[in-house]
C-alpha cells in the first residue's frame, strides 16, 4: 500500500480555560492508505503541530513532516519505524516534528492492525494484553477540604488508587501542601495506592521538593511526580536518595527515546511516564517500555485526552504485566467522551482491559465529533498550505 | 517600561532548495517597549513559530508564548529571565515554544542594551569582548576535488580554520568519506585547523562513526562535528573514548539548558555548541557557557543566519578569552546578507570583532528586508490569529 493521505482535525471546547485539563481540546490524526483508514492524536498545541505538517521547508534538514510521510509505502511494522526515522532527519530542525510525528505514528499502527487483522499490541511482539489498575487521575481542590472531597468521591466510584495534582499544590506553604496531601490520603482511604503530582513546580531546586517529603512519607505516597522538569536529571537523582520509601516518577514531557533513556538511567526514577502522543507515538513508547523494563523501571502511560489516545497509550506496554498501574483520566471535558464511539472503563474488580479488537480498538465518532472542529486555513505567500479537511470522503 | 508588541516576520528566498544550507530563510523578531525596539531572530522553521506565538490556549500550561511576553515589565536583565521562565511555564507542552521564545530573548537584550546604552556582553557581565577565531563554514562538495576547489577557496579568503559537512559525509564508503577529509586538509594547507561535521548522520551508530576515525585522525582533524543526534549521550560517551586526539563536538540540537548540560556532563565532549537562536536566546546560552567552562568544555557559538544572528550567537560567551574559535558562515544566501545594515567580516588578522555598539550592534535594513518578506495569514474559527505586520510603522 501507499499512504495517500494525511489529514489532521483541531477539535476543541467551546471554551478552554486556564486550568490544567488537558482534555479541552485534541489533535485527531487520520492517514489513509489504500481501503485502510487509521486514526491517532497528537498531544497539545493543534495549531502548532498542524503548521509543523504543511509548513515550506526552511533547508534539507528542516521540513514539513507531511512530505515524509505522504506517499510512502506501508505494509508492515518495519515501514512504520522507517519513516519514523524520516521524519526524525528531514525534520531534524524543525521542534515541534516530535510531537506530530506521534498522532501521525499512533494512526500508523492503528491502519496496519486493521489491514493485518490484529490488535496493536500483537504487532508489537506481545502475546497478551494484561488488564491495568487505573488510577483516577484529578486536580487538587482549591483547598483541602476540596481536595477530601474530590477523594473520597474517587474512591466511592471503585478506584483504587489515585492521582492529585497540579492545583495550588507546590506554590503555597509547606504546610499548605502537607494539608492537601492527608485530605487526599483520608478521603482515598488507608489501603488506597496514592500518588502526588507535583507538576514541575519547583523546576530544579531540590530543597523545595525535600520539605515536602515528611507528608509524602507519612502518607505512604507511592509516587512523588514531576517534582522536577523533565531535564533536571542532577535534582531527580540528588532527591531520590532521601524520597524512600517514596519514589519519584517522571518523563512526560520527553519528545525523544533518548530524554526518555536518560530519565532512567541517570534522574533515579521509579516509574517511567511515556505520553505515546509527544514521544514519538507508539514505536517509540514501545522501545522506552522495552528498555524501562531492561533497567528495572516501572512504566506507566501518561495521557490525559480521548479513549483513542489513552488506547494508544497503553498498547506499549500491554504485555507487560508487572507494570499494572495506569493513568485514566476521570474527568474528561465532553469532547474528549464525544470523540469515540467506544470506551475503556473499569470492569467489576476495577480494572482496564486493554481492546482486542483490530488496531486500537476505539474508533472516532465522526458525528460525535463535527460539533466540536475547530476550522483552520493557513496561507502562506497568497497559497493556502492548509484549511480543515472534511471529515467524511 | 511595559511590552507593547512583539511582531514576527517570516524572510525567505524566493527559491528555498533542498540543500543543508539554513540562511535560505529567517524569522525576525522585533519587539517594541516604550520608546524601544529591539530585534532577534529565530532559527528554522518560521510558520511553526509563528504558530506557535499566537495559536488558542490548549490548557494553562499550553498557551501561546505571546500570552507570556506582551504587557510584561521590563526595566533590567532579571526582567529577560523572569520572562523566560514564564514562557517554559506557560508553555510547558508547547514544544515549538523553545525556539519560539529564542527569537524574543535575543530582542528583549537588543532592546535592553539601547535603552541601557550598552552592549548586550557587558550586560552579561563581560568587562571585554575577545576577538573571535572564525572557522570558514562549508557544505562537502559532491566530489573529493570539489571539497580540494573548496578548502583551496576558503585558504585563499584567508580563514585559518574551516569546517566541512553534510553533502555526501557519512553517507558513502569509508574510503569514499576519508577522500574527502584528505582533501580538505590538503586544499586548506598543514597548518589550518580542520573540523569536519557528520551531520547526525549515523544517529546513535558508534560503530560507523569508529570506521571514520583513522582518516580523521591522520588529517589532525580537531573535532568531529555530531556524530550522533543530540541525544544519543552514551553512543558520544563511547565513541570520546578511541577518538583522540580528534575531540568531539555537539550540541547544536538542544533546546534546553538541561540537554546542554547533558552534553557536558555524560558525552565526553571537547565543545560544546550552541545555537542562540533556538536554546532559548541568549539567557540560556550563556547559562550553557559559564557551566561549560566550570567543566573544561570549550563553548563555540552555532549559527548560519543572519550578522544579526551571528552577534546574538557570540555575545553568551564573548568575554571568555581561551574560546576562541567562532562558527562563521562564509556562503550566506543574499537574503541573510541584505538583512542587515552592518557585517561582521573579519579584519587582517583573521578575527572577528564583536560589535561594541549598544545592543547587539547590527540592525536590520527594512529596505533590505522588505522583498523577502512571505505574507502569511492564519485564521481560526473564522478569526485572523497572525497577519504579517507592518515592517514600519
Request: negative net charge.
Given at each position: 500500500?501507499?499512504?495517500?493521505?494525511?489529514?489532521?482535525?483541531?477539535?476543541?471546547?467551546?471554551?478552554?480555560?486556564?486550568?490544567?485539563?488537558?482534555?479541552?481540546?485534541?489533535?485527531?490524526?487520520?492517514?489513509?492508505?489504500?481501503?485502510?483508514?487509521?486514526?491517532?492524536?497528537?498531544?497539545?498545541?493543534?495549531?502548532?503541530?498542524?503548521?509543523?505538517?504543511?509548513?515550506?521547508?526552511?533547508?534539507?534538514?528542516?521540513?514539513?513532516?507531511?512530505?515524509?510521510?505522504?506517499?510512502?509505502?506501508?505494509?508492515?511494522?518495519?515501514?512504520?519505524?522507517?519513516?519514523?526515522?524520516?521524519?526524525?532527519?528531514?525534520?531534524?530542525?524543525?521542534?515541534?516534528?516530535?510531537?506530530?510525528?506521534?498522532?501521525?505514528?499512533?494512526?500508523?499502527?492503528?491502519?496496519?492492525?486493521?489491514?493485518?487483522?490484529?490488535?496493536?499490541?500483537?504487532?508489537?511482539?506481545?502475546?497478551?494484553?494484561?488488564?491495568?489498575?487505573?488510577?483516577?487521575?484529578?486536580?487538587?481542590?482549591?483547598?483541602?477540604?476540596?481536595?477530601?472531597?474530590?477523594?473520597?468521591?474517587?474512591?466511592?466510584?471503585g478506584f483504587k488508587a489515585a492521582k492529585f495534582g497540579w492545583g495550588p499544590y507546590g506554590l503555597g506553604s509547606v504546610s499548605d501542601d502537607?494539608?492537601?496531601?492527608?485530605?487526599?490520603?483520608?478521603?482515598?482511604?488507608?489501603?488506597?495506592?496514592?500518588?502526588?503530582?507535583?507538576?514541575?513546580?519547583?523546576?530544579?531546586?531540590?530543597?523545595?521538593?525535600?520539605?515536602?517529603?515528611?507528608?509524602?512519607?507519612?502518607?505512604?505516597?507511592?509516587?512523588?511526580?514531576?517534582p522536577f522538569v523533565s531535564g533536571a536529571l542532577k535534582s531527580y537523582?540528588?532527591?531520590?536518595?532521601?524520597?524512600?520509601?517514596?519514589?519519584?516518577?517522571?518523563?512526560?514531557?520527553?519528545?525523544?527515546?533518548?530524554?526518555?533513556?536518560?530519565?532512567?538511567?541517570?534522574?533515579?526514577?521509579?516509574?517511567?511516564?511515556?505520553?505515546?502522543?509527544?514521544?514519538?507515538?507508539?514505536?517509540?513508547?514501545?522501545?522506552?517500555?522495552?528498555?524501562?523494563?531492561?533497567?528495572?523501571?516501572?512504566?506507566?502511560?501518561?495521557?490525559?485526552?480521548?479513549?483513542?489516545?489513552?488506547?494508544?497509550?497503553?498498547?506499549?506496554?500491554?504485555?507487560?504485566?508487572?507494570?499494572?498501574?495506569?493513568?485514566?483520566?476521570?474527568?474528561?471535558?465532553?469532547?474528549?467522551?464525544?470523540?469515540?464511539?467506544?470506551?475503556?472503563?473499569?470492569?467489576?474488580?476495577?480494572?482496564?482491559?486493554?481492546?482486542?479488537?483490530?488496531?486500537?480498538?476505539?474508533?472516532?465518532?465522526?458525528?460525535?465529533?463535527?460539533?466540536?472542529?475547530?476550522?483552520?486555513?493557513?496561507?502562506?505567500?497568497?497559497?493556502?498550505?492548509?484549511?480543515?479537511?472534511?471529515?467524511?470522503?
Open positions: 500500500m501507499r499512504i495517500d493521505a494525511v489529514d489532521f482535525y483541531y477539535l476543541a471546547m467551546p471554551e478552554v480555560l486556564d486550568i490544567g485539563d488537558g482534555s479541552q481540546d485534541a489533535l485527531l490524526v487520520r492517514v489513509q492508505a489504500g481501503e485502510y483508514v487509521g486514526w491517532g492524536e497528537c498531544e497539545a498545541a493543534p495549531l502548532v503541530s498542524i503548521a509543523s505538517l504543511v509548513c515550506p521547508m526552511s533547508h534539507s534538514a528542516c521540513k514539513p513532516v507531511r512530505d515524509s510521510v505522504l506517499g510512502q509505502t506501508l505494509d508492515d511494522i518495519s515501514d512504520i519505524y522507517r519513516i519514523g526515522a524520516l521524519v526524525r532527519a528531514n525534520s531534524l530542525d524543525l521542534l515541534q516534528a516530535e510531537h506530530t510525528l506521534s498522532g501521525i505514528d499512533i494512526a500508523l499502527w492503528d491502519l496496519l492492525g486493521k489491514k493485518l487483522q490484529a490488535p496493536v499490541f500483537q504487532l508489537l511482539g506481545y502475546a497478551n494484553a494484561y488488564p491495568k489498575l487505573p488510577y483516577a487521575s484529578q486536580l487538587f481542590g482549591d483547598t483541602p477540604a476540596q481536595t477530601l472531597a474530590l477523594a473520597q468521591q474517587v474512591r466511592a466510584a502537607a494539608a492537601h496531601v492527608y485530605a487526599a490520603r483520608e478521603g482515598l482511604g488507608a489501603d488506597g495506592i496514592l500518588l502526588i503530582d507535583a507538576g514541575t513546580v519547583w523546576i530544579d531546586d531540590v530543597a523545595k521538593a525535600q520539605a515536602r517529603l515528611a507528608a509524602l512519607q507519612a502518607c505512604r505516597v507511592t509516587w512523588l511526580e514531576e537523582a540528588a532527591l531520590s536518595q532521601s524520597a524512600a520509601p517514596v519514589k519519584l516518577a517522571g518523563g512526560e514531557g520527553c519528545h525523544t527515546f533518548y530524554m526518555a533513556q536518560h530519565m532512567i538511567d541517570y534522574a533515579g526514577l521509579g516509574y517511567v511516564q511515556i505520553d505515546t502522543g509527544r514521544i514519538g507515538g507508539i514505536s517509540i513508547a514501545h522501545q522506552v517500555a522495552q528498555y524501562a523494563q531492561r533497567n528495572n523501571v516501572t512504566y506507566v502511560n501518561h495521557t490525559f485526552t480521548s479513549n483513542l489516545a489513552l488506547s494508544a497509550s497503553l498498547q506499549p506496554y500491554a504485555g507487560i504485566e508487572n507494570d499494572i498501574i495506569c493513568e485514566y483520566p476521570v474527568a474528561l471535558k465532553q469532547l474528549a467522551w464525544d470523540m469515540t464511539h467506544e470506551h475503556l472503563l473499569p470492569d467489576s474488580a476495577g480494572l482496564i482491559h486493554i481492546p482486542t479488537g483490530v488496531g486500537l480498538g476505539i474508533t472516532p465518532n465522526l458525528e460525535g465529533i463535527t460539533p466540536y472542529v475547530v476550522d483552520c486555513d493557513i496561507q502562506v505567500a497568497g497559497k493556502s498550505v492548509y484549511r480543515t479537511p472534511a471529515l467524511r470522503a
